[in-house]
DNA sequence: CTATTTGTTCATTTTTTCTTGAACATATCA
DNA sequence: TGATATGTTCAAGAAAAAATGAACAAATAG
């Protein structure tokens, strides 16, 4: 986010291609810095952030113009916060185009988040330890370090059950 | 994780340049699969995964020669292992060289990812935030939107304490 | 129906991240 | 001490991920 975009007005919906303010840059400055926890994009958290302080829903020009960001990313980058339910659109009379507008639940962010991009990893990881079981059920081992194996292949099952508990979990703590 | 280097044979840590065991390359796939949810490298999961399913401790060469992977990749990948508490080196009798073993408590792998890993991104988070506080409070802002600029950035302080208080809360909930 | 606006997709380019390998440091042995 | 073994660091190359921009599709106004 370049310095050289601020300014002391105050972020204006009416002025669609004006500078981003002072607290525009470090709201999403804040999100640049968090959105590396969950392995999101830069873009997509400078679109949250615009979205985020804005008091009215904002269309893809706007956010287009604010950002100096190509219409791909832009595009691409709703579709993502659209997935998580971290943005919505909104229909606005006597306008044509799409406007979107920022959930700001934390409960409904984390669920959003989890149920589109930690569940269907742990999926993949299931199905890689279903392999393991079978592969292991087959060979029938019998050295001396069987117990071994056999003991650090069941602790894998228990951190899957494990994970796959906690999770829905995270949702109802995040008040 | 090449097929081609697939073997029938127990893993052994007697011969450590042998051929991966298919039991092996399953357990290492299964580690690849899950750990791009916390954004460590490949590489780094290949290393936990030898090691979470070796009986005895393994030296940095075995663990190169095994993995066809480099000495640096390796040596930088254990020091990341490491400081997650995710593998200790070990003190063998008689031999020279560092030995390292996994540890393999879900408990603790979660704790010190947290430690090393989030704690410290949510702490700059902070830090904008307290910019951003700053910003707000000195504008004194007082347009037609002004309430709403000040639920916003409230909410975000809430965010962060909420998630700060969560994340010991996961440690001891992983049993 | 046609022209225009709006939005999506995707091949290419750019940026970021990971891996390598060689130089350097450190420790141990003879 | 010098020679060898072990381990780390870091610049450069390779790989992966993200951003761009142009072609395409869909919708609507005239």
């Known amino acids: 986010m370049p310095i050289t975009m601020l300014s002391e007005d105050p972020p204006s919906a009416a002025s669609p291609e004006a500078e ?12 640049v810095s968090i959105v590396k926890v969950v392995g999101v994009p830069k873009s997509v958290a400078e679109l949250y952030g ?13 956010l287009i113009q604010r950002l100096r960001m190509s219409k791909g990313s832009a595009s691409q980058g709703l579709k993502l916060l659209r997935s998580f339910g971290a943005v919505r659109s909104v229909y606005m009379p006597g306008e044509r185009r799409d406007h979107f507008t920022a959930e700001v639940e934390l409960k409904r962010l984390a669920a959003g ?16 330890l279903d392999h393991l079981n079978r592969l292991h059920d087959a060979s029938n081992e019998s050295g001396p ?4 194996y056999d003991e650090r292949i069941y602790r894998l099952s228990t951190w899957s059950r494990r994970s796959r508990e906690v999770l829905p979990l995270l949702g109802q703590i995040l008040e």
């Open 145 to 148: 370090d069987a117990e071994f």
């Open 50 to 62: 615009v979205l985020y302080v804005s008091p009215q829903p904002l269309p893809l020009d706007t």
């Open 113 to 128: 988040f989890i149920r589109e991009e930690i569940q269907p990893r742990l999926e993949r990881g299931q199905e890689k």
């Open 20 to 31: 981003l303010s002072a607290l525009e840059v470090a709201v999403i400055d804040f999100f």
